[in-house]
């Protein structure tokens, strides 16, 4: 199975993140951060990943060291769990509607760090999570995942919603990339032999 496991501890969080790509979406979570946890579980779920994931932070400040480094540590245990990307579909793509909010992500596993982030919250925070976090915990997956990965939110008025849409499409588009490809066993989907 491609899993794996990676701590990260820093003077402000301590993270330790577990990940199985061959997984049946199960997840663990303790972060305080109740929203985010919702988040990852929709990541774990709709990826069918399985997720373990623990954090302790600067939550008496906010959460922003929090939610960046939950990020950072799920990039990184992402990268060693799929190593070097042979036999794997590589792309992957979703759109997922909830009620009024629809949201569409692509993933490449290009070997490049990239986050195209196009989303528009209606509201600055959903309960006590601020949304601008969301864009913090991408941006931390892909420059230790090393993945292009394009975000567009293309409507929506809920910003529960919109958020949702996005974690539930980018666990859908993750689960097609590190999909194995039948035709392509044993080889490295690219034309430069590596990713």
Do not use: W
Not at 170 to 180: H, I, T, Y
């Amino acid at each position: 199975m491609r899993s794996a496991e990676v701590k990260r501890h820093t003077r402000e969080t301590q993270i330790r993140a577990k990940i199985n790509l061959d997984g049946q979406g199960h997840a663990q979570f303790k972060t305080g951060v109740p929203f985010l946890d919702h988040m990852l579980d929709q990541i774990a779920r709709h990826g069918m990943i399985d997720l373990d994931i623990e954090a302790s932070g600067d939550l008496h400040i906010d959460a922003h060291h929090t939610v960046e480094d939950i990020g950072i540590t799920l990039g990184q245990a992402f990268a060693k769990a799929i190593g070097d990307k042979s036999g794997v579909r590589r792309y992957g793509h979703a759109y997922v509607p909830l009620d009024e909010a629809l949201s569409r992500v692509v993933v490449d596993l290009s070997g490049r760090p990239g986050l195209i982030f196009q989303v528009q919250f209606s509201r600055a925070m959903v309960g006590e999570f601020d949304v601008d976090l969301v864009h913090e915990f991408f941006q931390g997956f892909v420059n230790h995942a090393l993945v292009t990965l394009h975000i567009d939110n293309l409507r929506g008025d809920n910003a529960h919603h919109q958020c949702e849409t996005v974690f539930k499409a980018f666990g859908r588009a993750l689960r097609m990339a590190v999909e194995p490809d039948p035709r392509a066993a044993g080889t490295i989907p690219s034309t430069k032999g590596q990713l």
